[in-house]
Structure formats: C-alpha cells, structure tokens
C-alpha cells in the first residue's frame, strides 16, 4: 500500500497560492472536521440525504487540500449514497483511509513546524 498517495502537498499549496502557512492551518481545521463521523452516523441509520452531504463535503474539502487517496475513497461512497445503499467495505476502506490521512497530515504538519 506504499503506492497509496494519501497527500500532495505541492499540490495542496499551489492550490493556496503557494502559501505554505495557510496551508498548514487549513489542514490543522481538517483534522477538527467532523464529516467522516457525521458520514457514519447517517449511514448507519440510512439517512441517505444527510449521508451524502457529509460525503460530498468530505470529498470537497479532500479534493481542495490535495488529500489524494481520500478523495477518491470518498467519491466511491458518494456515488453508492446517490444510490440510497453503503457498501460496509467501502465505509470501511473510507474510515482507514480517512484515519491513515489524518496521521499524514500529521507529518506534513510536523515537517512543516
């Protein structure tokens, strides 16, 4: 799973303007995010419209901080929420990718100090 690219960061500041601090502190907000929590509460009581606003705003918030692999898992869940139903593999395959971003950012974060 090495392959898996969980942040670009030139990316992610480029998209900032090349404003590393901003950067920093917008990824220091994600972390107090609560989308992917939020995701899973209203799949698991199959609240498809709450579950797909949490999943379309993770995936928006990935997509604008470069948060690669998240972005992707997350518009996999999107797409099954569109279609009223959530695969547990894919929920599952988004939380450890979710929680491994979070240690990433952590290092980004870290490195960037």
Request: charged share 25%; with cysteine.
């Amino acid at each position: 799973m090495s392959d898996v690219v969980y942040i670009n960061e030139a990316e992610g500041k480029k998209r900032v303007l090349n404003n590393g601090k901003l950067y920093i502190r917008l990824l220091t907000m994600f972390k107090a995010d609560t989308n992917m929590r939020d995701l899973m509460i209203h799949a698991e009581s199959q609240d498809w419209e709450k579950a797909q606003i949490s999943a379309h705003t993770l995936k928006g918030n990935a997509a604008n901080l470069s948060l690669t692999e998240l972005f992707t898992q997350s518009l996999e869940a999107e797409m099954q929420i569109k279609g009223k139903a959530l695969n547990n593999e894919t929920l599952e395959k988004l939380k450890a990718c979710f929680d491994e971003t979070l240690v990433q950012i952590d290092k980004v974060i870290e490195q960037n100090a």
